[in-house]
């Protein structure tokens, strides 16, 4: 069930938005965002990788690293599998991203990267058949890339880059560790992988500028409130393009938002397939999660022939939950066009 929403200072908020868009600022930087002493500024950041389980993580474009089959599948059980089978299922799969369990229209939420179709289709056909005693439903959908927020991954995607990927051995150990905590110094880096450290501060910039890191950010385990997980696919008519999406883009990039703790719709993407749309919605309690997202689709899209399924986000057994507190129409304004 989601639980009771964190209550967070002014001075959180504002850290937090800065580590949304860089988790490697330096405490000083923090204090100084905060308003605060350094020793305050770390007293409260060690409070919110506490109290919100938080990871300072990578968001990266997959398209340029060569993921290209990225799949979102939501399933349904007749009998429910454990959580402790779903975590030994999920372990080591390398292609599940992020695993959720979920309560509502349906059961668990599969995240997959893969680096070619036939991959995906094996490791599709396989998961079936692991989960064949629980006697699944699946519902698979793919899209190219989340137009607001990221989906985190975790260090194995660094195994699945296509190999005309410029990305050598060097960079994926830098990408993997980078991944797992982005706070990490170049220093430690150095001890770590056993290179340079003006190498890797080389290799961290043209990676960069390269599009791959797209931002150092920040990701939980756990969400403080309510996170709702919803798909949606709807009719087209020929006013839904010039008329609905500017309305659908404004109310997720956040002209509406106050920025508060966490924004609204932390992440949402386009797709193809069973639905069109995967979007999370998140708020303090159910009710606004509820009515930020589900309920103001179903009414904006009501002469379309909606068809919407959701269902609370209960916690992830594999991976994290992606966390955003940024100024959208800022980070990202080429969606705006």
């Known amino acids: 069930m989601p639980q009771e929403a964190l209550v967070l200072t002014t001075m959180e908020k504002l850290m937090l938005k ?3 868009a860089n988790s490697r600022v330096s405490l000083t930087h923090l204090a100084k965002v905060a308003g605060c002493s350094t020793v305050k500024a ?3 950041l060690d409070k919110l990788i506490k109290e919100l389980d938080m990871r300072f993580t990578l968001e990266v474009d997959m398209n340029k690293l060569g993921l290209d089959e990225c799949h979102i599948l939501f399933i349904r059980f007749e009998k429910k599998p454990s959580e402790a089978f779903l975590t030994d299922l999920f372990r080591d799969d390398p292609y599940a991203q992020n695993v959720y369990i979920t309560e509502g229209g349906f059961d668990l939420v599969i995240f997959a ?3 070619t179709p036939r991959n995906y289709i094996e490791w599709e056909t396989a998961l079936t058949e692991k989960l064949s005693d629980y006697v699944p439903e699946l519902r698979p959908s793919d899209f190219m890339y989340a137009h607001l927020g990221y989906i985190p991954l975790n260090g194995a995607f660094v195994n699945f880059v296509r190999e005309d990927i410029k990305v050598d051995r060097k960079d994926r150990l830098i990408l993997q560790l980078l991944n797992e905590n982005a706070r990490t110094s170049y220093r430690e880096m150095s001890k770590k992988l056993g290179i340079n ?6 290799r961290v910039f043209r990676l960069i500028r390269k599009g791959i890191i797209r931002r150092f950010t920040i990701a939980v385990q756990k969400a403080s409130g309510a996170l709702i997980i919803y798909f949606a696919r709807y009719a087209f008519n020929k006013y839904t393009i010039s008329d609905l999406f500017p309305i659908i883009r404004k109310h997720n990039m956040g ?7 966490i924004n609204s719709t932390p992440c949402y993407m386009v797709m193809s397939g069973s639905y069109r749309i995967c979007a999370l919605s998140f708020a303090r309690t159910k009710d606004e999660a509820l009515s930020f997202g589900l309920k103001w689709y179903a009414n904006l899209l009501r002469n379309n022939r909606p068809h919407i399924v959701h269902a609370d986000v209960v916690r992830a057994v594999k991976g994290l939950l992606p966390l955003r507190n940024l100024d959208a129409k800022q980070y990202y304004s080429y969606l705006w066009t």
């Open 18 to 20: 800065e580590l949304s």
């Open 42 to 44: 770390g007293m409260l």
């Open 113 to 115: 990267a893969a680096d």
């Open 197 to 202: 450290e003006d190498t890797i501060r080389y």
């Open 255 to 261: 002209e509406i938002e106050n920025l508060s703790t």
